[in-house]
Structure formats: structure tokens, C-alpha cells
């Protein structure tokens, strides 16, 4: 089984967006034996919220339905039991790569390394119009595909 935490500052728009698309790719495929996945973020502002509204509106146009989940605060923990944690863009990479525990086999990585749009950076929303909540749907998909193909599960 791969494990996978996706991680952006707060958790409350980019992070969990990947988190339901991907969920919603794994109950579409049958995957749920072969991946386990969750999100958080590296900033405490948020723990305990739901995801900001404009995500959850912008995922359920897509059927995705991320109204649910909870923010919570990346932690020592998640680096021993996910194999992959994937930021969403360098400034979150660089502070989970400086918490990382001596250690820990985890893979850090920019999540849209597994992206094939042109992007390196799932671009923060929260405080642009709402085009951008479209953006990161598109990016994450496209992600979300491109990492299910690597590991030869689609
Ligand atoms: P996220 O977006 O990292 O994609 O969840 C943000 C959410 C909240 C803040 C910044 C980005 N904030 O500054 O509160």
C-alpha cells in the first residue's frame, strides 16, 4: 500500500481539494486497498475547520465532495507513516523538508513534479477571485492522474 499526505499551508483549500479528487479517483478505480491518503497543513491557523467554502463549492461542481474534512497541523508522526508527503508548492516543501525527523524514509516532494500542465506550483487561491479554485481542480486532476500512472495503478 502507498501512502500519500498531501500538504499545503493552511488545509483548508489546496491540500484537501487533492485529497477528495484523489479519493474520489481511488473509489472510481476500486484503489482504496492500494493507497491510503490524507492532507494537513504546516501552519495552525485553521485545525478543526472545514474546507473554505469556495473549495468546497468549486469541488462539488466536479461531484467531489470535500465538505467533511477537517484541517489539522502537519505532524512528527505523518513523516513515519506516509511514504510520500507532497507539497503543493516550495515555500510548504521547504518547512516540511526542515521538520523532517532524523530518520524518516518519507518522500518530500513538490506534488506537481507528477503534474504534466506546466506548473510547478498548485498556485494559493485564498486570496485571488474565484478562478482560482478552478486552477487548482485542474492541476490537482491532472496530478492526481499522472501519480496514479507512475505507480502503474491506472
Ligand atoms: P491553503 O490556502 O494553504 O491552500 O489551505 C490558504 C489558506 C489560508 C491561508 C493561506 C492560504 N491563510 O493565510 O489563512
Known amino acids: 500500500m502507498i501512502k500519500v499526505l498531501f500538504v499545503c499551508l493552511g488545509n483548508i483549500c489546496r491540500s484537501p481539494t487533492a485529497h477528495g479528487v484523489m479519493q474520489q479517483r481511488l473509489n472510481d478505480l476500486g484503489l482504496n486497498k492500494q493507497m491510503k491518503i490524507d492532507s494537513a497543513g504546516t501552519a495552525a491557523y485553521h485545525i478543526g475547520k472545514a474546507p473554505d467554502l469556495r473549495s468546497i463549492k ?17 505532524c512528527d ?38 503534474g504534466t500542465m506546466g506548473y510547478q506550483e498548485v498556485p494559493d487561491p485564498y ?7 478552478e486552477l487548482v ?18
Open 58 to 74: 468549486a469541488a462539488k461542481l466536479r461531484q467531489i465532495n470535500i465538505s467533511h474534512l477537517s484541517a489539522r497541523q502537519v
Open 137 to 154: 481542480l485542474d492541476l490537482v486532476a491532472d496530478a492526481c492522474n499522472s501519480f496514479l500512472q507512475h505507480h502503474n495503478l491506472i
Open 77 to 114: 508522526e505523518d513523516y513515519e507513516i506516509y511514504d510520500y508527503i507532497l507539497a503543493m508548492d516550495k515555500q510548504n516543501l521547504a518547512n516540511l523538508s526542515a521538520n523532517q525527523p532524523h530518520g524518516s524514509k518519507a518522500h518530500l516532494a513538490l506534488f506537481l513534479t507528477f
Open 127 to 133: 486570496y485571488g477571485d474565484g478562478d482560482g479554485f
